[in-house]
């Protein structure tokens, strides 16, 4: 299977793409640079099929045209990944993504949303976030990571409020602020947490933060620390920070939601906080018993390599697009 994708995000280019290569697949990943320049790629590597995702580069209405224009031309379905569902879904994926990109499938992190896409006319399917094993894997602990307790995360007080994530601020409420009313040191890496005062109610200490940190080294900090604090944004589906900590063998604690406890076990692969008290009671408790710890991240590695693997997810969208009729069977001419 020859596995085109036009995407030039330096997040997201590490993760679908690797498990279709893992897969045993051939693949190539471009930016769209030009009109031109997608249909020499095309013609030359001759894809099976074309993938796009996210919100970036790749999706400006302009460059949008050009894939559909041109996976048209030689009959090629072009495939595209949600996964700003449902936050962005009505002011970006529909108005921009559907409307000039127009591709023939649509696969969604969020489960809901694939009735939105059929009452659109488009067929789609639910795809989860996943870890990429030679990524997100276990290191020995480095020094400069090696903290108490680590957030690795935006903060988005710039949309907070603004559009559909607010369970994203009871996250924060159960998990953050009340370690920090405690003055229990948080260790923060990536954007934002300076201005989170009229949020969490008073300021994090500026040797706290630590600003951003390369995706590449983000497993270094959840092999490192010996508490990952994981925030959700939704009951219903989870982050893609959940399934990579546990891929790096890091020790979770994150909200206690549906979601998470539809995937994952607590207790067994991970540990969920419901009240700001369980918060603090379960910090206290596990950063004076590390065995039960390392008992705890050991598991939660062991579940996500189970089946959330993106070679798995790769394995999926194939299975799918086979079933639906967007690829042909494997065997058919």
């Known amino acids: 299977m020859r596995v085109l994708f036009f995407d030039s995000n330096e997040v997201l280019l590490h993760l679908l793409p690797n498990g279709f290569y893992d897969g045993g697949h051939d693949i190539m990943v471009v930016p769209a640079e030009s009109e031109e320049r997608v249909r020499q790629v095309i013609s ?3 894809p099976d099929v074309v993938l ?3 919100w970036g580069n790749e999706q400006l209405p302009e460059k949008l045209c050009w894939i559909r224009a041109c996976t048209r031309e030689v009959g090629i379905p072009h495939v595209y990944w949600s996964v700003e569902d449902p936050t962005f879904l009505d002011n970006f994926v529909k108005p921009v993504v559907l409307t000039h990109g127009q591709p023939d499938f649509v696969f969604t992190i969020c489960e809901e949303s694939v009735q939105e896409y ?13 870890f990429q094993p030679s990524i ?26 603004q559009y559909d994530i607010d369970y994203r601020m009871e996250s924060m409420r159960v998990l953050i602020q009340p370690l920090l009313e405690q003055g229990i040191r948080i260790d923060f890496w990536g954007k934002g947490w300076e201005g989170m005062k ?3 109610g008073q300021d994090i200490p500026a040797d706290w933060l630590h600003g951003q940190l390369s995706y590449l080294e983000c497993n270094k900090v959840y092999s490192s620390a010996k508490i990952v604090i994981g925030l959700q944004n939704f009951l219903t589906q989870m982050t893609q920070r959940t399934y990579e900590i546990l891929g790096s063998g890091g020790f979770l604690i994150t ?19 419901s009240t700001p008290e369980e918060t603090l009671f379960l910090v206290d408790y596990y950063l004076r018993h590390p065995q039960h710890r390392d008992t705890i991240r050991t598991q939660g590695q062991m579940a996500v ?8 997810r790769a394995d999926y969208i194939l299975r799918v697009l086979r079933e639906k009729g967007i690829l042909k069977q494997e065997g058919t001419v």
């Open 44 to 46: 030359g590597f001759q």
């Open 52 to 54: 796009t995702y996210g």
């Open 118 to 130: 059929a009452k659109l006319g488009i067929p789609a399917a639910p795809l989860d976030w996943g």
């Open 136 to 161: 997100h894997r276990p290191l020995p602990p480095i020094s400069k990571y090696d903290v108490s307790i680590a957030v690795v995360a935006n903060s988005y007080h710039w949309v907070l409020g």
């Open 198 to 200: 009229p949020f969490l």
């Open 255 to 273: 909200s206690d939601t549906p979601a998470v406890r539809k995937v994952f076990t607590p207790w067994r692969d991970l540990v969920v906080s």
């Open 305 to 312: 390599q189970k089946n959330h693997s993106y070679r798995e």
